[in-house]
């Protein structure tokens, strides 16, 4: 058991499981181990996570628990996975607690990724902690009850652009909503842009990757996939 100090936060946590890999993005397929934290600023139509913060579905008191930061460093540290991926639900709502997490995680030398929704900026500290931001703007087909102005900030954008540590990546169902996604990439200087197809059935997720190819090709991004899908389906803790 690896022994961390105190730092007197605690996290709101859905759920947390090694032995895995990354199952999007840059890193897909680098063994990793999961933090999911609880709580969501946006309610996208077709979330993936909605036991992490859709209270007309789900009892968060059964869904979630509080944790130390303490606690959870400790648990990461004892895996033998060297990626630490903190997903959501939005992580950075706890931010505080988020940067004593990275942080410790750092100085122990583990890489870390976080997942974010991109509509709050990381603050200074969490910055400096040199995690890496997988940011996945949400494009308008996640829903009419979010406006352009709930789901795109383009202070935030902006931010996790400036910071050199983000890569970008876009859940797309329709090779029309490239053009969106490069949309956003000229307004807001975003770089490392991947796209993936939704999807929680492996046939899905092919059958995305396929009609998504051309136009990703296209605009010079990067076709992305969801391999935790396409190994497990939608089964929970992979
Ligand atoms: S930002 Fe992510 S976790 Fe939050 S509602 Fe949207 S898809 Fe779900």
Redesign the pocket.
């Known amino acids: 058991m690896s022994t961390v100090q105190s730092t007197g936060l605690r996290m709101r946590v859905s759920e947390k499981f090694g032995g895995t890999v990354q199952g999007e993005g840059a890193s897909t397929g680098v063994p990793a181990c999961f933090i999911r934290l609880a709580l969501?600023?946006?309610?996208?139509a077709?979330?993936?996570?909605?036991y992490?913060?859709?209270t007309s579905r789900f009892d968060l008191r059964e869904e979630s628990y509080f944790a130390s930061v303490e606690e959870l460093l400790a648990w990461a540290l004892d895996q033998p996975e060297d990626l630490v991926v903190v997903s959501?639900?939005?992580p950075l709502l706890q931010m505080a607690g988020l940067t004593a997490l990275v942080q410790g995680l750092r100085a122990a030398g583990r890489a870390v990724e976080i997942e974010t929704?991109g509509t709050i900026a990381p603050s200074p500290e969490l910055v400096a902690a040199g995690p890496r931001f997988n940011v996945?703007p949400?494009l308008s087909r996640?829903g009419a009850a979010m406006p352009q102005t709930r789901r795109i900030i383009p202070d935030v954008l902006r931010a996790f652009a400036a910071t050199g540590l983000a890569r970008f990546k876009f859940v797309v169902c329709e090779p029309g909503e490239v053009a969106e996604v490069a949309a956003l990439e000229a307004a807001y200087g975003l770089t490392n842009i991947s796209v993936m197809p939704e999807g929680t059935t492996p046939e899905a997720v092919l059958a995305g990757m396929r009609a998504l190819e051309v136009a990703v090709r296209e605009h010079g991004y990067r076709l992305g996939t969801r391999l935790h899908v396409l190994m497990w389906g939608d089964e929970r803790g992979r």
Do not use: Q
């Open positions: 969501c600023n946006l309610i996208c077709g979330c993936d996570t909605p992490t913060w859709d959501g639900g939005e929704n996945s949400k996640f």
